[in-house]
């Protein structure tokens, strides 16, 4: 069990808006940039989103993060079946000695 | 083009020892930390820890510190995870990752993950 909480699925139709969301307090998401990740089945994560609303090159803009308080969000429209997966939150946890903390992830189904 | 590239899958049994690698190329490895990440099998993803590659300094994940060790080998572009006495709850897939730094850090690139299975 992660200090980082996810809903463990979600599922929408292709074309619809899914969002995501990973639930922390205040010595992790409270005070830390939030990251997203994205892992398709059978392979490596993918950064999807960094300090908590910034993509990457070459992430689409279909995908969005949000962060306020103590708790994070992506946001995916437009679903493809290519979005099928699982999406990780992470953030630090402070603490004596700096300690990155993953959420439990969340499994996004494309009906 | 950054590649991270992981040294191939490995079985050991109980108690054996083990080190498996990860070559950086593409950028220059010593400006940026390597991050150790652990799936276990249908299970999500831990952090076990990290190194700069500059000075070899780490930092540890509470949960393994002690039972893992995170080395890196500039001259060679390589870092490592190695255990001295593995457990069967060590079987799980490793993945090594470039942790980039600007106003926060987070894991920009990524292994191919090396999957190591521990069975008596």
């Known amino acids: 069990q992660s200090v980082l909480t996810q809903p463990p699925s979600v599922s929408a139709a292709p074309g619809q808006k899914v969002t995501i969301s990973c639930s922390g307090n205040s010595s992790n998401i409270g005070n830390n940039f939030v990251s997203w990740y994205q892992q398709l089945p059978g392979t490596a994560p993918k950064l999807l989103i960094y300090?908590?609303?910034k993509r990457p090159s070459g992430i689409p803009d279909r995908f969005s993060g949000s962060k306020s308080g103590t708790s994070a969000t992506l946001g995916i429209t437009g679903l493809q079946t290519g979005d099928e997966a699982d999406y990780y939150c992470?953030?630090?946890?402070?603490?004596?000695?700096?300690?990155?903390?993953f959420g439990d992830g969340t499994k996004l189904t494309v009906l | 083009e950054v590649q991270l590239v992981q040294s191939g899958a490995e079985v050991k049994k109980p108690g054996e020892s083990l080190r498996i690698s990860c070559m950086g190329s593409?950028?220059?490895?010593?400006?940026?930390?390597i991050s150790w990440v652990r799936q276990v099998p249908g299970k999500g993803l831990e952090w076990l820890g990290r190194?700069?590659?500059?000075?070899?300094?780490?930092n540890y994940s509470p949960s393994f510190q002690g039972h893992v060790t995170i080395s890196a080998d500039k001259s060679i572009n390589t870092a490592s995870l190695q255990w001295t006495s593995l457990r069967a709850s060590d079987t799980a897939i490793y993945y090594c990752?470039?942790?980039?730094?600007?106003?926060?850090?987070?894991?920009?690139?990524w292994g191919q993950g090396t999957v190591v299975t521990v069975s008596s």
């Open positions: 190194i700069d590659p500059s000075d070899s300094y780490t």
């Open positions: 992470g953030t630090w946890e402070s603490s004596l000695s700096p300690n990155w903390v």
């Open positions: 300090e908590n609303d």
């Open positions: 990752a470039r942790q980039v730094c600007g106003g926060d850090c987070y894991l920009l690139n």
């Open positions: 593409g950028y220059s490895f010593t400006t940026y930390w």
